[in-house]
């Protein structure tokens, strides 16, 4: 029995120390596992950090190379540099514009301080130049490039910088969005190139008419005297639009002046007075008439300008003349000056989005007035000018119109002349007076239609005011009348026979086959 319990003792020591042995060895795996699986880890989280570095850093050749290397530094950031050889000594050329550190004797960094261009001189032992590279400082691009494809998912933006400016490259669908980005990237420097192409068909043709229709009417009634002397010389008159020296007062040619015949009255007839005295002083003799008048008049007026513009850019069209104005100078000189009439139109469209389109416009329709006159130095009498003009913005879509403007303007006078005190008696009064009543409307509207306009492709014929009719023969412009006659389409491929006056003859090259155009 004791022997047993010393066996037994001896026994249970030996096998603990087995299972503590396994427990240290299970342990042992357990941590080396884990120190590999955490290395593993920590190597695996190192490695982008140095390839980030490793590319954070440009390599420079010194020597190498006949040109001269180049490093960019976007102005106020940093930017390691490493060279090819070993240095002892850096310079820099212009300290405003960068800042260059030493790091190691192959590494340094650069700072941009203000938008320019530096050279930095690297030296060795003994002061031997290695190698020379030029640092531009310029703005930060990439920053922008940032925001433009946030803002702008849709369009292709190519940002870089180009001797201390911005260049913004790429394509767009629409002028908007490129205004848009030009505005932000002014925001990072004041100088871009716009080199970005739109995509959408840029080009505008705007179709403006003026309208104008002008009733005319006038009315006169009365008794006109008329002077003449013992020789039939004529004196005078009262009640009609001639002086004393029986010339007509000169009336200007437009339509304006309906019923101006009829209320002489308004143009300066001979005072009572001075027929009075005449007849006092040499005699004469007083002839009557009676004048009834009425006349009425309509005047259409069109004028249509069309006029094709880019997108952004502004447009002049004139369709009229110059006339000239003296103008008096110093010491009596006197200048001419020209002043421009006629049917203008001026115009800068901006496409945006949905084929919408933004307008700044300047339509104009002027002629000479004479009937409205300034007397210069000289006896010189200067017309003046019938204006219609507009100035305005608005937004349509392609292919809509719009009233921009309009006038509805009603003008009406009346004027009496009569003999002093007969002329106020009742009944007897009205042969001694004359009345007249001119009324005049105008009205007025102009209307613009924008559209985005393509070019006709190669070879396409463009419609022409002339291709519709063809110049008169002989027979047809001395014998009928007619000045042109209507165009007959040509058939291609059968011979015309030759007629007397029938047109011009045409020869084609393919096959000989002629065509006569009627």
Same mark, same amino acid.
């Given at each position: 029995?004791?022997?047993?319990?010393?066996?037994?003792?001896?026994?249970?020591?030996?096998?603990?120390?087995?299972?503590?042995?396994?427990?240290?060895?299970?342990?042992?795996?357990?941590?080396?596992?884990?120190?590999?699986?955490?290395?593993?880890?920590?190597?695996?989280?190192?490695?982008?950090?140095?390839?980030?570095?490793?590319?954070?850093?440009?390599?420079?050749?010194?020597?190498?190379?006949?040109?001269?290397?180049?490093?960019? *530094?976007? +102005?106020?950031?940093? !930017?390691? &540099?490493?060279?090819?050889?070993? =240095?002892? /000594?850096? @310079?820099?050329?212009?300290?405003?514009?960068?800042?260059?550190?030493?790091?190691?004797?192959?590494?340094?960094?650069?700072?941009?301080?203000?938008?320019?261009?530096?050279?930095?001189?690297?030296?060795?032992?003994?002061?031997?130049?290695?190698?020379?590279?030029?640092?531009?400082?310029?703005?930060?691009?990439?920053?922008?490039?940032?925001?433009?494809?946030?803002?702008?998912?849709?369009?292709?933006?190519?940002?870089?910088?180009?001797?201390?400016?911005?260049?913004?490259?790429?394509?767009?669908?629409?002028?908007?969005?490129?205004?848009?980005?030009?505005?932000?990237?002014?925001?990072?420097?004041?100088?871009?190139?716009?080199? *970005?192409? +739109?995509?959408?068909? !840029?080009? &505008?043709?705007?179709?403006?008419? =003026?309208? /104008?229709? @002008?009733?005319?009417?006038?009315?006169?009634?009365?008794?006109?005297?008329?002077?003449?002397?013992?020789?039939?010389?004529?004196?005078?008159?009262?009640?009609?639009?001639?002086?004393?020296?029986?010339?007509?007062?000169?009336?200007?040619?437009?339509?304006?002046?309906?019923?101006?015949?009829?209320?002489?009255?308004?143009?300066?007839?001979?005072?009572?007075?001075?027929?009075?005295?005449?007849?006092?002083?040499?005699?004469?003799?007083?002839?009557?008439?009676?004048?009834?008048?009425?006349?009425?008049?309509?005047?259409?007026?069109?004028?249509?300008?069309?006029?094709?513009?880019?997108?952004?850019?502004?447009?002049?069209?004139?369709?009229?003349?110059?006339?000239?104005?003296? &103008?008096?100078?110093?010491?009596?000189?006197?200048?001419?000056?020209?002043?421009?009439?006629?049917?203008?139109?001026?115009?800068?469209?901006?496409?945006?989005?949905?084929?919408?389109?933004?307008?700044?416009?300047?339509?104009?329709?002027?002629?000479?007035?004479?009937?409205?006159?300034?007397?210069?130095?000289?006896?010189?009498?200067?017309?003046?000018?019938?204006?219609?003009?507009?100035?305005?913005?608005?937004?349509?879509?392609?292919?809509?119109?719009?009233?921009?403007?309009?006038?509805?303007?009603?003008?009406?006078?009346?004027?009496?002349?009569?003999?002093?005190?007969?002329?106020?008696?009742?009944?007897?009064?009205?042969?001694?007076?004359?009345?007249?009543?001119?009324?005049?409307?105008?009205?007025?509207?102009?209307?613009?239609?924008?559209?985005?306009?393509?070019?006709?492709?190669?070879?396409?014929?463009?419609?022409?005011?002339?291709?519709?009719?063809?110049?008169?023969?002989?027979?047809?412009?001395?014998?009928?009348?007619?000045?042109?006659?209507?165009?007959?389409?040509?058939?291609?491929?059968?011979?015309?026979?030759?007629?007397?006056?029938?047109?011009?003859?045409?020869?084609?090259?393919?096959?000989?086959?002629?065509?006569?155009?009627?």
């Amino acid at each position: 029995m004791n022997g047993d319990d010393t066996i037994t003792t001896a026994t249970e020591p030996r096998s603990s120390q087995r299972r503590a042995g396994r427990r240290r060895t299970v342990w042992r795996s357990l941590v080396i596992s884990l120190a590999a699986a955490l290395g593993a880890t920590l190597a695996t989280a190192t490695l982008p950090l140095v390839a980030g570095a490793a590319q954070a850093q440009k390599v420079v050749q010194l020597g190498g190379s006949k040109r001269t290397a180049a490093v960019t *530094v976007p +102005v106020g950031k940093s !930017q390691d &540099v490493r060279t090819d050889a070993p =240095f002892m /000594e850096v @310079t820099l050329g212009d300290p405003e514009i960068a800042d260059v550190n030493p790091l190691t004797d192959q590494s340094l960094s650069i700072l941009g301080k203000k938008i320019g261009t530096t050279r930095v001189s690297v030296y060795g032992e003994g002061k031997k130049l290695v190698g020379l590279f030029d640092v531009e400082v310029s703005y930060d691009v990439s920053a922008l490039a940032s925001e433009l494809a946030q803002r702008f998912p849709g369009a292709k933006f190519r940002v870089s910088s180009v001797n201390g400016r911005i260049l913004l490259a790429g394509s767009v669908q629409d002028g908007v969005t490129l205004d848009q980005a030009l505005s932000i990237a002014r925001q990072f420097g004041p100088e871009v190139i716009n080199a *970005v192409q +739109v995509a959408a068909p !840029q080009q &505008v043709l705007l179709e403006v008419r =003026f309208v /104008e229709a @002008t009733r005319s009417a006038g009315r006169e009634l009365g008794v006109q005297w008329n002077a003449w002397s013992e020789n039939r010389r004529f004196i005078g008159n009262v009640g009609s639009d001639r002086t004393a020296s029986g010339l007509p007062v000169p009336r200007p040619p437009t339509f304006g002046n309906v019923g101006t015949a009829a209320a002489g009255v308004l143009s300066g007839g001979n005072p009572f007075g001075f027929m009075v005295g005449s007849l006092l002083l040499q005699g004469m003799q007083i002839d009557v008439a009676l004048n009834a008048l009425e006349e009425r008049g309509l005047v259409r007026r069109l004028a249509e300008p069309n006029l094709v513009a880019l997108s952004g850019d502004t447009a002049n069209f004139l369709a009229g003349g110059e006339y000239p104005i003296p &103008v008096s100078g110093t010491l009596g000189q006197i200048s001419v000056e020209y002043k421009r009439y006629g049917v203008s139109l001026a115009f800068t469209p901006t496409v945006l989005g949905g084929s919408v389109i933004n307008l700044k416009i300047e339509p104009e329709v002027s002629q000479i007035d004479r009937t409205t006159t300034v007397s210069v130095a000289n006896g010189i009498s200067v017309p003046g000018l019938t204006v219609r003009r507009a100035s305005t913005t608005l937004e349509l879509r392609d292919g809509q119109s719009f009233a921009l403007a309009g006038l509805l303007q009603n003008d009406s006078s009346t004027a009496q002349e009569q003999l002093p005190w007969i002329g106020d008696v009742p009944v007897l009064g009205a042969l001694f007076s004359s009345r007249s009543y001119i009324k005049k409307e105008t009205d007025l509207v102009i209307i613009v239609t924008p559209r985005l306009a393509r070019p006709a492709r190669p070879g396409d014929p463009l419609r022409t005011p002339l291709d519709a009719t063809v110049p008169a023969n002989d027979l047809d412009l001395f014998a009928g009348g007619k000045s042109e006659l209507a165009r007959t389409p040509a058939v291609r491929g059968e011979t015309a026979a030759l007629r007397p006056y029938t047109g011009h003859m045409l020869e084609l090259p393919q096959g000989g086959t002629h065509v006569v155009l009627q």
